[in-house]
């Protein structure tokens, strides 16, 4: 084996061939520098037969490439050895073998060596270097340029998957329950180079969850250029919000390609997780609802734009889910015959919008704040509120005072330089500083009874846990588990009574 070694050692020393993450190298070169001669030999009915022949009259042995042979010391016809040799070696010929090799073929010249193999750690010594060293040996280059190493799926406790655990799943019935993108999404998502990672049904219900919001966005989008002539461009004149996902698409581009020129596939899914989820589904689809409502040119540019946005997003996200991205794709305005052979989008610095960028996130920042103080004054979003926005850039949220309207519940909007109102509740972000009067958020009198009223309850709950805590037989008798259970309710009971007071506070 010495001689075989040497030359797939060489090979990723001087770097033809790379591991990534490059500390798996050191595993390679374990094995490799202390390589011993083994048995090639296998009981299997399949797989490559030994070509050895024996001769069962005088002992003589033939290895020849031919299918028979006859004894060349006394003619009689051999016999050949019934093993196999085992399945690495017939792995070890499939980066050369399939493009017709021997034989120099045109597929052979343009496809060896290959670009990536795609494997788990748990196979280096077993598959890789032997299809480094028989690639070597039989083509004088080494097979791949990069050796990718993923980690193990293992359960959800973090314990390897086996049958005498019974803990391991079947992934035919897996995707017949989500779907084969969603299990696919999942063993992407969180994944780093090398690392393991633990399969849970709910990562799995994410996935699913995530490919049906895709699913109802794009049924939003059709249902909308139904009956319109829409095709896969932008308009000529784009709005503030038209130029914020454009160029937030435009980023998330240029990020995803270098995330995944890197191998960094559990990052690069995560910014189109979250580019689709949150830029495209909870704020441009809903900054859209209103011009799409409407007539004319500002709907029609609204169509362009959201078949434009959501064609790219459904071919950077098309390597990751590939079947559902051709389902939508198929059924939006296109060229081609599938998304398979689409170019995967680029970086253009033509659609780079920074200044619309900016002032559209001041608004959204805005937005999102007043939102949560709502939330948190448990006022329901069918509440309107007149909004005051104090601001150096007043012009941006003038701009944005029907957004304001649509998702932050407001009924008017008044921008200014500063404001000096009275009972008011008040909001700070970077760019804003936001005034609501109380009285049109809560009728202040009945809040204050209510949050009293929570307050009592949450004080008469935390003394009943502490008075448990606080009596030496109960913490004597009571097992561990139980004593935990109780910190853990007076820890919540506290924590609620600091969140109401918190509330009456800001009432006050
Ligand atoms: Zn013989």
Not at 125 to 131: E, L
Not at 146 to 174: F, Q, Y
Not at 204 to 217: E, V
Request: glycine share 4%; net charge negative; with cysteine.
């Amino acid at each position: 084996m010495k001689p075989l070694a040497g030359p797939a050692i060489d090979a990723v020393k001087n770097g033809d061939t790379q591991f990534v993450p490059s500390h798996f190298e050191k595993t390679y070169f374990h094995w490799l520098e202390n390589i011993r001669d083994w048995c090639i030999s296998r009981q299997l009915w399949w797989g490559h037969q030994i070509p050895a022949f024996y001769c069962d009259d005088c002992g003589e042995t033939v290895v020849t490439k031919d299918n028979e042979a006859f004894c060349p010391k006394c003619g009689k016809k051999m016999r050949q050895d019934p093993d196999t040799l085992d399945t690495w070696f017939s792995s070890a010929l499939w980066p050369f073998s399939t493009l017709g090799w021997p034989e120099k073929t045109p597929e052979m010249d343009y496809f060896y060596p290959t670009n990536v193999l795609v494997t788990g750690y748990d196979i280096i010594p077993f598959w890789v270097m032997r299809m480094m060293f028989s690639g070597m040996e039989h083509t004088g280059k080494a097979p791949f340029d990069t050796v990718l190493i993923h980690g193990l799926v293992r359960d959800a406790l973090g314990r390897k998957m086996s049958k005498s655990l019974g803990n391991g799943i079947d992934p035919l019935e897996i995707i017949d329950k989500y779907g084969a993108d969603a299990l696919r999404l999942t063993l992407v998502t969180g994944n780093a180079p090398g690392n393991d990672m633990r399969y849970s049904e709910e990562k799995i219900t994410a996935s699913r969850n995530f490919a049906n919001k895709l699913w109802n966005a794009a049924r939003f989008i059709r249902m909308n250029i139904d009956g319109h002539d829409v095709r896969n461009e932008l308009p000529a004149e784009l709005t503030t919000e038209d130029k914020w996902i454009i160029s937030t698409l435009n980023t998330v581009t240029k990020e995803v390609t270098e995330n995944l020129e890197k191998y960094e596939l559990g990052i690069a899914v995560q910014k189109l997780y979250d580019f689709i989820w949150d830029c495209l589904c909870d704020w441009y689809i809903e900054l859209t609802k209103a011009r799409l409502q409407g007539e004319g040119e500002s709907a029609q540019n609204a169509r362009m734009v959201l078949v434009w946005v959501l064609d790219k997003a459904l071919k950077l996200l098309h390597p990751f889910m590939p079947f559902i991205t051709e389902e939508i794709w198929q059924a939006l305005p296109h060229e081609g015959e599938t998304i398979m052979l689409q170019s995967f989008p680029t970086y253009s610095e033509a659609n780079d919008y920074p200044e619309a960028a900016k002032e559209m996130n001041m608004v959204m920042e805005a937005i999102k704040a007043i939102r949560i103080r709502r939330a948190e004054m448990n006022v329901p979003p069918s509440r309107k509120a007149k909004v005051f926005i104090a601001a150096k850039e007043q012009q941006t949220f003038t701009n944005g005072s029907m957004f304001f309207k649509r998702l932050a519940s407001a009924s008017e909007i008044t921008v200014a330089d500063s404001f000096d109102i009275e009972g008011a509740v008040t909001i700070v972000t970077a760019d804003a500083k936001i005034y609501i009067p109380m009285d049109e958020l809560v009728d202040k009198e009945a809040e204050l009874k209510r949050l009293n009223k929570d307050l009592e309850s949450a004080q008469s709950d935390l003394a009943f846990h502490e008075k448990k805590l606080n009596n030496a037989g109960f913490m004597a008798k009571a097992p561990e588990k139980v004593v935990e259970g109780v910190r853990a309710s007076a820890a919540k009971a506290a924590e609620k009574i600091k969140m109401i007071e918190a509330a009456i506070a800001a009432l006050k």
